[in-house]
């Protein structure tokens, strides 16, 4: 929600412990994004999606987006919160359909059904511990990919209220876009997700 309200130039007038406040998340979720690449990793990363856990960081997100945005009254704080709304909402159908689908991600497919090259590419990829992560955590929750899902939740607010905030009408929208289609690419980079599971998670955030 910050990122996103500052985008949208909500922290244009905030305050410096606000902005304090936002480096400080940042940091420490990057730090904690980090910290799943080493020994250990997988039990750190299944924390970092509990419920809880995830509650209590949209909460604090919120809080925060208001926070910095205390002296703006263009709505940047609002369409924060609405990110996280969208988020939420995208959740909704896409966790149903993992568990009804139960479709394998690439990276627990079989090689004969793979490909050996594909499968054997797992290992020579940059940061090589996500996929095999993924796959000794949830190897059936492939479609549809909720982390494009979220991508597009993140997206929208940027791409409906960024011609109305200052910013060239073009440059938040792109910026939105490039968010999609990295996630999209990254998810399928790792042999997390086959294409149809980022097309429809995509499409699914959209309805």
């Known amino acids: 929600p910050g990122m996103v309200t500052c985008a949208l130039g909500g922290c244009a007038s ?3 412990p606000a902005i304090g406040a936002q480096l400080v998340a940042a940091i420490a979720l990057l730090a904690a994004w980090t910290s799943v690449h080493f020994e250990g990793g997988a039990r750190r990363a299944r924390r970092l999606y509990e419920p809880k856990t995830t509650i209590m ?27 996280l709304l969208l988020w939420y909402a995208s959740l909704l ?3 149903p359909l993992k568990g009804a689908s139960r479709r394998r991600r690439p990276i627990a497919s079989e090689p004969l059904h793979l490909g050996e090259s594909a499968s054997n590419a797992a290992t020579r990829k940059a940061l090589s511990n996500i996929p095999a992560m993924m796959k000794a955590g949830d190897p059936n929750m492939s479609l549809p990919s909720g982390d494009v899902a979220g991508a597009v939740a993140f997206a929208y607010p940027l791409w409906r209220c960024g011609a109305t905030h200052g910013a060239p009408t073009w440059l938040l929208p792109s910026i939105g876009f490039l968010c999609v289609l990295f996630s999209a690419i990254g998810r399928m980079y790792w042999l997390l997700h086959h294409l149809l599971d980022v097309v429809v998670g995509g499409l699914l955030a959209l309805v």
């Open 93 to 95: 159908p896409v966790l």
């Open 57 to 83: 960081a949209s909460c604090a997100g919120s809080a925060l987006a208001y926070w910095l945005a205390a002296a703006d009254d263009d709505g940047a704080a609002e369409a924060g919160s609405l990110f």
């Open 14 to 16: 905030a305050s410096a």
